[in-house]
């Protein structure tokens, strides 16, 4: 291995978090795009992000300096029609990967994230408030209300006790 990292504080540099896009698929109020203004279409490659080969070649480059572990964060990640693939280049070189992620499209994908090398996953979640997320969220979409539920489904409410059950006569 080559010569190791170490921060101004003399610690060790052992992982590095690689930002793959700056794209989401949300429109949260704290977030802006970072300069890229509204994100019609997130799916879209945009122009200043990172190939596939240029984060292969930061990741070779990061293991000559002894870097352990790898993070990939956004925007969101998996916007990014190829991020299977960048894991699947960045484990042959520092196996240990991770993403952070909202969430919503984590469903359809997590098993070829998981085959191409994927070895944890942070969620970030707002707010456990539906209504707080909301007004984070700006446009919450029926998938992603759908993936809220099933992460924390409501409590039914409770009849009272002497009320009638079944039909009324």
């Known amino acids: 291995m080559g010569s190791m990292l170490v921060d101004a504080f003399g610690r060790e540099v ?9 794209r ?16 019609l279409a997130p799916r879209m490659p945009h122009e200043d992000e990172m190939s596939a080969d240029e ?7 990061a293991r000559e300096f002894d870097i352990r572990s790898v993070k990939f964060t956004g925007g969101e990640p998996l916007v990014r029609l190829d991020m299977e693939e960048i894991i699947d ?11 952070t992620t909202n969430g919503s499209m984590l469903a359809k994908r ?16 707002d707010s456990l408030d539906p209504t707080a997320f909301e007004e984070i969220r700006k446009e ?18 409770k009849k009272p006790a002497d009320a009638p059950q079944g039909k009324p006569q």
């Open 14 to 22: 052992t992982d590095i978090r690689i930002s793959v896009t700056k």
């Open 24 to 39: 989401c698929n949300f429109g949260c109020i704290y977030c802006h795009d970072e300069g890229l203004g509204p994100v």
């Open 55 to 61: 984060i292969e070649r930061l990741v070779r480059v």
């Open 89 to 99: 280049r960045t484990v042959r070189q520092i196996p240990d990967v991770s993403m």
């Open 110 to 125: 997590a098993e070829t994230l998981r085959s191409a090398g994927l070895k944890r996953v942070n969620v970030s979640i």
């Open 140 to 157: 919450l979409e029926e998938t992603e209300k759908k993936l809220f539920d099933l992460l924390f489904p409501r409590q039914p409410e």
